[in-house]
C-alpha cells in the first residue's frame, strides 16, 4: 500500500503534547527548578547547582526516614499479598455469595484516605475507641500516641485493612480466569491442594500478582494521609516517612530547594524500586528460551 | 484396563431439573469394551462431555451405575479411576518443563524416581518430543501441547481408559492429521480403551471402531462407520453423518410401498407400525439417481441448483413439495427434464424418526 508522507500529522498529535506538557513535565520541571537554586524570598534565585542533592544525600533525617518507609513497605507487602491470595483463594467461585464478597471487598477501597486515618484514630484511643478502650479494658499496654510500637502496629493494621481488598480483589480476577479443565486434569493427574496452588493457581495469578505488588509498593511508600492523620509522624518521629517529612521542609519550613531535591530524589527512588521489581518479577517465570534452544 | 459398563444412567445438572424431567443425559445403558476405540458423535449440547465427565468421575451420575470390569467406581474420584482425559484446551503446567510435566501424574503417586525417570523418557520418544524435553512448557505450540496432555495420560501405563473432550479443536487442521495417527499408532500399540469426544464427523468415523450417535441426551445409534451410513437407526444420524445429510421427506404408507406426493416408491420396510405418527422416508444422496423424465418407475423433481464440489456435484432439487439432494458423478449429463429414481435398497423408513426395522 502506498503511504502518504505529510509532516504536517505532526499537529494531530499536539493536543497531546500540549496536555502532557502541561499536566506533568512544567509541574516536573519547576520542582527541578527549585532544586538547583536556592532564595532568601522576595522571588530573587540563585544558582545554588547540586548543593541540595548532597545535603539530602548526607542528610540523617532522610535516611531515617527512607528506611522507615522501606521497612514499612516491606512489612505491608509481606502481610497484604499472602494474606490477599488467601482471602482470595477462600471466595466463593460461584452462587450468590460472589457479589456479596465483592462489594464487601471493596468497601474499604471507597473510603477516602483521611476518613481512613480518622476512622482509625478515633477506634485506638484509649478514652472513647472500641479498640483502644477494648485494649485497655483486657489489661493491654496499648497507646499509640506514646509508644513506637503501638504507632507502628497501628498504621500498618490499617493499612491492612484498607488496601487487602485490592490483593483480594486482583488475585479472585486472576483465579476465575483459570478454566475449569485445569482443575479436572489436575485432579485426573492426582494432585494434591498444594500442587493446585503451587502448579496451576500461582503461575495463573502471576501477572495480577506483579500489578498487586507494584501498585502496593508505589502505594505505601508514597504514603501520607493515614499516618498523618493518626500520628502526624509521631511519636517523636517514630511514623515519619519521606512524604510526611517532604511536607515538613516544603510547607513546614518553606525550604523550596531541600524540598525540591528531596521530592526529585524520592520520585527517582520509587522508579528504580518500581523497575527492579518489574524486572525481577517478569523474568521469575519466564523460560530461559536462548538457552533452551542450544541443545 | 477394563470393560467400562454404564448401567442406566441418567443425569440433571440439579435436582430441580431432574424434577421437570429435564436430564443432560436421559437415558444410557451401554459399555465399552476393554482396548476398543470409541467415538462419541453429536452436535454441541447433546450431553457427550456429560457423558464423557461421568466416567472420568468429573461428574456423578444422578442416577445409575458405572462400573470398571466387575468395579462399581460410581461413587469414586476421579483420581481413585485411574482414568486420563484429554481436555478441548491444552491443559499444561505453565512452570513446568516438557518431562516435569509427563513426571507430573506419576510424582503424584509417588512412584519411585528411577521408574519414573524411565517412563518420561519413553513417553517422550513417543509423542516426538525428545528435544524439547527440558524446555518450560508454556512457549511450545496447540499441538506440542495437546501432545503433552496426551503423553501425561499414557505415562501411567496403568490406566483403564483414555478419554479425549474434543482434543484437536485447537489444532491447526495439518496438524489434526498428524495427532488422529499418532492417537491410532498409540491405541495400536497400548490397546488401551479410548473414548473419543467430539462433532466432527471426519474426525469421529476416521478414529473410531465404534461410533456412538448422540441427540438429545440419548444414544440414537452404537456402529460401525458403515452400519451409521447404510442403516441411520434415526433421522438425525441420517442427516448428522454424511455431507450432503440424508435425503428425510414425509411419506404415507400403503400396500407395501412409500407415496410421496402420489407416488410410489418401492421400499425394504414398508409398513406402517399399527399407532405410529409421523412416517419419513430416508434416502441418502448417494443412492439417488438422476434420470430424464419419463423414464420408467421415476419420479419428476425440479431442480433449483447444481453445486460443484469438484469429484462430484450436489444437485439439489424438489419431489413434490419436500427438498431433495443428488450426488451426481462429475462427467456425467444432467438431464434437462429431471426425474430421479431410488436404490430399492437403500431406502429406509421411519416412524416418529426411529427406523421401521425389518420383518424377520
Known amino acids: 500500500m502506498e503511504k502518504t508522507w505529510n509532516n504536517k500529522a505532526w499537529f494531530m498529535v499536539l493536543p497531546v503534547l500540549v496536555l502532557v506538557g502541561f499536566s506533568a513535565v512544567i509541574p516536573l520541571m519547576t520542582v527541578v527548578n527549585y532544586s538547583v537554586q536556592d532564595t532568601f524570598g522576595n522571588n530573587d534565585f540563585f544558582w545554588a547547582g547540586t548543593e541540595w542533592f548532597t545535603e539530602i544525600l548526607h542528610s540523617q533525617r532522610f535516611h531515617d526516614a527512607l528506611i522507615r518507609n522501606l521497612a514499612f513497605s516491606a512489612i505491608i507487602l509481606a502481610i497484604e499479598i499472602p494474606l490477599g491470595i488467601l482471602v482470595a483463594l477462600a471466595m466463593p467461585k460461584k452462587g450468590i455469595w460472589v457479589p456479596v464478597c465483592l462489594v464487601l471487598m471493596a468497601l474499604p477501597l471507597l473510603i477516602p484516605w483521611n476518613v481512613v486515618g480518622t476512622i482509625w484514630q478515633v477506634f485506638g484511643r484509649t478514652d472513647i475507641g472500641l479498640l483502644g478502650h477494648t485494649m485497655a479494658a483486657l489489661g493491654l499496654d496499648y497507646n499509640y500516641v506514646q509508644d513506637p510500637v503501638d504507632a507502628w502496629v497501628t498504621v500498618i493494621v490499617m493499612d491492612v485493612w484498607h488496601w487487602t481488598s485490592l490483593v483480594v480483589l486482583l488475585c479472585y480476577a486472576g483465579l476465575v480466569s483459570i478454566p475449569d479443565a485445569f482443575y479436572q486434569a489436575a485432579k485426573i493427574d492426582g494432585a494434591s491442594r498444594w500442587a493446585v496452588f503451587r502448579y496451576i493457581q500461582l503461575p495463573k495469578m502471576g501477572r495480577v500478582l506483579l500489578i498487586a505488588v507494584l501498585l502496593r509498593f508505589m502505594d505505601s511508600f508514597m504514603i501520607y494521609t493515614e499516618p498523618f492523620v493518626v500520628t502526624g509522624g509521631g511519636p517523636g518521629n517514630s511514623t515519619t516517612f519521606l512524604s510526611i517529612d517532604l511536607v515538613k521542609v516544603a510547607v513546614g519550613q518553606f525550604d523550596v530547594g531541600p524540598a525540591a531535591a528531596m521530592s526529585l530524589v524520592y520520585f527517582l527512588i520509587i522508579l528504580l524500586m518500581s523497575w527492579i521489581f518489574y524486572t525481577v518479577m517478569t523474568n521469575a517465570g519466564t523460560d530461559r528460551r536462548d538457552e533452551g534452544a542450544g541443545h | ?360
Open chain 2, 1 to 360: 484396563m477394563a470393560r467400562i459398563r454404564l448401567d442406566h444412567i441418567r443425569h440433571a445438572y440439579t435436582p430441580e431439573l431432574a424434577r421437570a424431567g429435564n436430564y443432560a443425559l436421559r437415558e444410557i445403558d451401554h459399555a465399552f469394551e476393554d482396548g476398543g476405540a470409541y467415538a462419541l458423535l453429536g452436535p454441541s449440547g447433546c450431553g457427550k462431555t456429560t457423558l464423557l465427565n461421568i466416567i472420568s468421575g468429573l461428574l456423578t451420575p444422578s442416577e445409575g451405575h458405572i462400573r470398571f470390569g466387575e468395579r462399581d467406581v460410581t461413587m469414586l474420584a476421579p483420581e481413585q479411576r485411574n482414568i486420563a482425559q484429554v481436555f478441548q484446551f491444552p491443559v499444561i503446567y505453565d512452570t513446568m518443563t516438557v518431562a516435569q510435566n509427563l513426571a507430573f501424574p506419576l510424582r503424584n503417586r509417588r512412584v519411585p524416581e528411577p521408574e519414573i525417570e524411565r517412563r518420561v523418557r519413553e513417553m517422550l520418544g513417543r509423542i516426538g518430543l525428545e528435544t524439547k524435553a527440558d524446555r518450560k512448557a508454556r512457549g511450545l505450540t496447540a499441538d506440542e501441547k495437546q501432545k503433552i496432555s496426551l503423553g501425561r495420560g499414557l505415562v501411567r501405563s496403568d490406566v483403564n481408559a483414555i478419554l479425549f473432550d474434543e482434543p484437536l479443536t485447537v489444532i491447526d487442521p495439518h496438524m489434526k492429521w498428524v495427532l488422529r495417527s499418532l492417537l491410532k499408532e498409540l491405541h495400536r500399540e497400548f490397546r488401551m480403551t479410548m473414548v473419543y469426544v467430539t462433532h466432527d464427523q471426519t474426525e469421529a468415523l476416521t478414529f473410531a471402531e465404534k461410533v456412538v450417535v448422540m441427540y438429545d441426551g440419548e444414544v440414537v445409534q452404537i456402529g460401525t462407520p458403515e452400519e451409521l451410513f447404510e442403516r441411520p437407526r434415526h433421522t438425525f444420524v441420517g442427516y448428522f453423518i454424511g455431507s450432503p445429510g440424508m435425503n428425510v421427506m414425509d411419506c404415507r404408507v400403503e400396500d407395501g410401498a412409500a407415496l410421496i406426493g402420489g407416488e410410489r416408491i418401492p421400499t425394504r420396510n414398508a409398513r406402517a407400525p399399527s399407532g405410529a405418527g409421523k412416517l419419513e422416508l430416508g434416502i441418502r444422496p448417494e443412492f439417488v439417481r438422476l434420470v430424464a423424465r419419463g423414464t420408467p418407475g421415476s419420479l419428476p423433481v425440479s431442480v433449483d441448483k447444481v453445486e460443484d464440489i469438484g469429484s462430484e456435484r450436489i444437485v439439489r432439487a424438489r419431489l413434490g413439495g419436500e427438498k431433495l439432494a443428488a450426488l451426481v458423478p462429475e462427467g456425467e449429463g444432467l438431464p434437462a427434464d429431471a426425474a430421479v429414481t431410488f436404490d430399492a435398497a437403500a431406502v429406509n423408513l421411519y416412524a416418529d424418526s426411529w427406523l421401521i426395522e425389518e420383518r424377520a
